[in-house]
Structures are given as C-alpha cells and as structure tokens.
C-alpha cells in the first residue's frame, strides 16, 4: 500500500525556519523517482494551493510567486523523500502543509501537516 507521510511541522516565530519532509513507503526507488512532487497548503478558511514543484525528470522546480526566495523543495529519491525547506517564515505561513505525488493519472496525497507561525 503506498502511503506518504510528512513530518516537520509545528510552531516557529516569525522569521525562523523550518524544513518538512514527506515519507513515502510502498513504492520502490525508481518508481518515487518517476513522480512529480508538489507541496500544497491551505490555511484557515482558504482553499488548498499550490507551493512548490519539483519535476520527476531533470528536477526542475518551480513556486508560487509569492514564495520565491524563501521556501525551497528538493527530493531524494534514494530516500523516497521529498523536503520542503520554509525560511524567513511570516504569520500567512500558517497552514496545513500537504505533500503531493503525481504522474498521469496515478496521484497520491499525504495526511498534512501543522505549520504555525506565531509570536
């Protein structure tokens, strides 16, 4: 059964730094590696939205405008693991962060994560 599993979470000060990480368990190596991995958010009252991607193929990211400069997404494929490194974190960075798995039509989520940026 493929399962992904973030960890990392909690509650920061404004400005500091954490780094999520998304476990996934059921796949081999080369099939992870196959996937394109997101992170996703949603706050309080918003809808879900798109944070950081990173390609199955030549590893190209991409990020929400907003976000460029402070979150950055990697992976490592040895691990079945996908990262999301939040610096300078500010009090709209308070959201359930979700990881996302996807090629095709095959698309997994994770369970999310608690990130709160708070004083």
């Known amino acids: 059964q493929v399962q992904f599993v973030e960890s990392g979470g909690g509650l920061v000060q404004p400005g500091g730094s954490l780094r999520l990480s998304c476990a996934a368990s059921g796949f081999t190596v080369t099939t992870f590696s196959m996937y394109t991995m997101s992170w996703y958010r949603q706050a309080p009252g918003k809808e879900r939205e798109l944070v950081a991607t990173?390609?199955?193929?030549?590893?190209?990211?991409n990020y929400a405008d907003a976000l460029k400069g402070r979150f950055t997404i990697s992976r490592d494929n040895g691990k079945n693991t996908v990262y999301l490194q939040m610096n300078s974190l500010k009090r709209e960075d308070t959201a359930i962060y979700y990881c996302n798995a996807h090629r095709g039509r095959s698309e997994y989520w994770g369970q999310g994560t608690q990130v709160t940026v708070s004083s």
């Open positions: 990173e390609s199955s193929v030549g590893g190209s990211t």
